[in-house]
């Protein structure tokens, strides 16, 4: 399966500010995927971003707010933009990857964001 | 709307078997995933299951029934490293992943 690295691992931003994070697969995948995770909850779905077109957004979720790149297959970011404490979250990527027949995610080790 | 249910947290003893239930409503079903997540890392993939039946792969293993939109992850001989949280996944007819919210796994000595 793909390996993916992750950065920042973690950060404390304070309000208003933005926020990049990078996501390196070390594979061309055709879709990466961007996930949040807040404490205890499930996974959710922010966006899909595929190379040479706009990013999908799931329902509550804006380019605005979260604007993605993917310039290539290999590489993504997701920026947070104006922050504030909601935002607080574990940001995860991910891609899918072909094992045994099924089309798995694969995840990043995830950025731990704090926003004071 | 789509759902997945499962038990917010299990407590287990060390060397026993657990099993985690899954049961989901979804619009189509293309798949069902299994993944471990050890607190304050990413999730790991365990398991796949499209077809009705058991999946063994080791001390884990996976079952599917499709007619009644149910599943269930078996552990066996527990071990502490077990102790994580257990994510199921099905992939809708749109090809998207539900997620279920997760089951926290606590193991005893």
């Known amino acids: 399966s793909a390996v993916i690295s992750q950065k920042p691992s973690r950060d404390i931003c304070q309000r208003g500010t933005s926020l990049t994070i990078q996501c390196q697969v070390d594979s061309q995948v055709t879709m990466m995927f961007w996930y949040r995770q807040q404490p205890g909850q499930s996974l959710t779905l922010i966006a899909t971003a595929n190379q040479g077109s706009e990013a999908t957004y799931e329902s509550g979720f804006v380019i605005d707010k979260f604007p993605i790149s993917r310039p290539n297959l290999t590489f993504s970011t997701l920026t947070v933009s104006n922050m504030s404490p909601e935002d607080s979250s574990i940001y995860l990527c991910?891609?899918?990857?072909?094992?045994?027949?099924?089309?798995?995610?694969?995840f990043g080790a995830g950025s731990r964001l704090t926003v004071l | 709307g789509q759902n997945i249910d499962q038990p917010t947290e299990m407590t287990a003893t060390e060397g026993a078997i657990v099993q985690i239930n899954c049961t989901y409503q979804t619009s189509g079903f293309n798949g069902l995933f299994w993944y471990q997540q050890h607190a304050g890392e990413a999730p790991t993939f365990l398991s796949y299951?499209?077809l009705d039946g058991l999946e063994e792969k080791g001390r884990f293993s996976s079952f599917l029934s499709r007619s009644k939109g149910y599943s269930y992850l078996l552990l066996k001989e527990l071990q502490m490293k077990d102790s994580a949280s257990y994510l199921c996944?099905?992939?809708?007819?749109?090809?998207?992943?539900?997620w279920g919210a997760g089951t926290k796994l606590i193991i005893k000595p």
């Open positions: 299951n499209v």
């Open positions: 991910s891609a899918e990857t072909g094992t045994s027949g099924a089309n798995v995610l694969t």
């Open positions: 996944a099905v992939r809708d007819s749109n090809y998207q992943l539900i």
